[in-house]
């Protein structure tokens, strides 16, 4: 526990663990008159390819599936499990998150919404507020405990104002880019393009090079330095040297007698001490404290140490954990439809829409921008608009448009356009009929309907008659 080396050492973390085991969710999503079928597959890559498959799903685990889903199997061979289910309305809390499916039809045809949030945090406002005031707390901290270690030392006050000002300032703003970061790999992964992705990573930190290149941290002659320590691993001694040349050109101030103190500390392996004898005279801490002692009522105190872990964790975890740990929950999502939809932020091929996704595995205390699928289809009714019409009038778009419109009609209104429309014929007079009709009857002394008061039907008139034209 080095609460000093905490962004350092997470940057170390970047380089990713192999070898875990991975567990896949895929839902697949295939619309019915009576609602959407969904169809969930969960299966784990093993440690070993050669690993036979196991049943990885506990019992508690599973049966909370099966009292969502009508049906379930189990395919022993390939390790797979299988649920399936009809959804109405409201998707199903199945792999965490909520979302709707809606079918609009009327004799035109029908139109469809699908829009589900898969896990994740939808209040990002929350999330930014608390880690940006976890910075001020984390800069606050490092400020007095360095205060108890280095402040007769040389530049302290100086490295103490920057602490103060500048570091949690720059810090900040650096948390908010890679947090856009995160939105837009959620993007770029929906639509199956990695060129977004490549494009947006390389955006950022060309970014954040040129933010702390502008506030003298660091220049473009520095980044093979700063590559090679990470490659290498450096020890802590390499990086507090690297950190005190630097800082000491940006501050105009020699840092070093405070910094060989520090790396001393580090050496000695007497950092943890230091860190929690300040800790414990905090309000933080005994806050902490009392805390445990309310969910472990029959224990005894917890090691100081313990209770310092915690409390950096809470200063941490969001700020760095959940950017810069990459998540192991992949999620694909396909819907089937026989054409492509008008609106999706999914990949169209093969008869259907994808989406891939990593969303954030933890429930409990989400924060990262939630995997988002939507997709807008329609789907006309051939026969009754052919016969009507003499061909197809509305589809699309307008078709989408149209089935709103139409399910906002009370069902007077409803009974009374239907008869209207069911009476049209093709032939010349069918734009003059389709014109003449009316929820509120024109006055007697009307002269003209097209100087008419506006009537709720012209908006469907409209999207029919423009069809017609050919607009």
């Not at 199997?73 to 009809?86: D, K, S, T």
């Not at 199945?94 to 209040?123: C, H, K, Q, W």
């Not at 414990?280 to 002692?293: C, G, I, R, V």
Request: proline share 6%; aromatic share 12%; net charge negative.
């Amino acid at each position: 526990m080095k609460p000093v080396t905490t962004i350092i050492s997470v940057l170390l973390a970047l380089v990713v663990l192999s070898g875990c085991k991975t567990t896949h969710y895929k839902i697949e999503l295939r619309p019915h008159n009576d609602g959407l079928e969904r169809t969930l597959t969960i299966w784990q890559t093993p440690f070993k390819p050669s690993d036979p498959p196991k049943d990885f799903l506990s019992k508690k685990e599973r049966t909370r599936l099966q009292s969502l889903f009508d049906h379930n199997e189990y395919n022993v061979e390939e390790g797979r499990h299988l649920f399936r289910g009809m959804v109405k309305e409201k998707t199903l809390p199945d792999i965490g998150g909520t979302g709707s499916y809606l079918r609009l039809a009327n004799p035109m045809g029908v139109a469809f919404v699908y829009l589900e949030r898969f896990r994740g945090e939808d209040d990002q406002a929350k999330i930014i507020e608390k880690s940006l005031v976890n910075i001020d707390q984390l800069s606050g901290h490092l400020v007095d405990w360095l205060q108890t270690e280095v402040s007769a030392k040389p530049g302290w006050e100086i490295f103490k104002n920057f602490l103060k000002e500048d570091f949690p300032r720059d810090l900040k703003n650096i948390y908010l880019y890679f947090r856009s970061l995160d939105a837009a790999d959620n993007f770029g992964s929906n639509l199956e393009s990695y060129e977004i992705m490549e494009k947006a990573e390389g955006a950022l930190f060309a970014r954040v090079i040129q933010y702390l290149f502008e506030r003298d941290y660091i220049s473009l002659r520095d980044i093979p330095e700063l590559q090679r320590l990470f490659d290498e691993q450096a020890s802590s001694d390499r990086l507090f040297e690297f950190l005190q040349v630097q800082l000491s050109k940006k501050l105009k101030t020699d840092l070093k007698p405070m910094f060989r103190h520090l790396g001393e500390l580090f050496r000695n392996e007497k950092v943890q001490a230091s860190v929690v004898a300040y800790f414990k005279k905090t309000p933080s801490y005994q806050k902490k404290l009392e805390a445990w002692h309310q969910s472990h009522p029959e224990s005894e105190n917890p090691s100081p140490t313990l209770v310092v872990d915690e409390l950096i964790n809470d200063l941490t975890d969001d700020l760095f954990d959940e950017i810069f740990t990459p998540s192991s929950f992949p999620v694909e999502v396909q819907l089937f439809l026989a054409s492509e939809p008008e609106y999706t932020n999914g990949h169209w091929e093969d008869g259907k829409v994808a989406w891939r996704g990593n969303p954030q595995e933890n429930l409990e205390s989400p924060s990262d921008v939630p995997m988002l699928c939507y997709a807008l289809w329609t789907q006309p009714n051939e026969k009754f608009q052919e016969t009507r019409f003499g061909r197809v009038v509305l589809e699309g778009e307008a078709l989408i448009e149209y089935s709103s419109w139409y399910e906002s009609l009370t069902t007077e209104e409803v009974g009374k356009w239907d008869d209207h429309l069911t009476s049209m014929r093709p032939g010349p007079d069918l734009v003059a009929r389709l014109r003449d009709f009316r929820f509120i009857p024109l006055a007697k002394d009307s002269q003209s309907k097209d100087k008419s008061p506006a009537d709720y039907s012209d908006q469907a008139l409209e999207l029919i008659l423009s069809a017609l034209k050919g607009e």
